[in-house]
Nanobody, 125 residues
Framework: QLIESGGALVQPGDSLLLSCAAS????????IGWFRQAPGKAREGVSC????????HYADSVKGRFTISRDNAKDTWYLQMNSLKSEDSDVYYC????????????????????WGQGTQVTVSS
């Protein structure tokens, strides 16, 4: 089970830290990903991290602003979001999967097994 937290209403330029806490059998969670989705739109890959070697991937739209990190001992992963923009407003989902994520395949939501319930991020002045 994955549980996201940290979503909030913030102003443009603000920062926000999202958390994803896992419970239950987590040894298969080789990859943890963050996705976001607006109403009526496809779920978009934001970032992911390999829980073993720490390899990370980012969508071009968030590179340099967002940072994904891990605390494997706590089975918790994070998405630090800085310099937030209005277009970052979405429901953010945490996902987990055991399979390798070569190239840009990580961004395809259909390749991820387990999902959290989502947390709302709204960036507005």
């Amino acid at each position: 089970q994955l549980i996201e937290s940290g979503g909030a209403l913030v102003q443009p330029g603000d920062s926000l830290l999202l958390s994803c806490a896992a419970s239950g059998f987590t040894l298969d969670y080789r990859w943890i990903g963050w996705f976001r989705q607006a109403p009526g739109k496809a779920r978009e890959g934001v970032s992911c991290i390999n829980t073993g070697d720490g390899t990370t991937h980012y969508a071009d739209s968030v590179k340099g602003r967002f940072t994904i990190s891990r605390d494997n001992a706590k089975d918790t992963w994070y998405l630090q979001m800085n310099s937030l923009k209005s277009e970052d407003s979405d429901v953010y989902y945490c996902a987990a999967d055991p399979d390798p994520k070569p190239g840009t395949s990580w961004s395809y939501s259909t390749l991820w097994d387990d999902w959290g319930q989502g947390t709302q991020v709204t960036v507005s002045s």
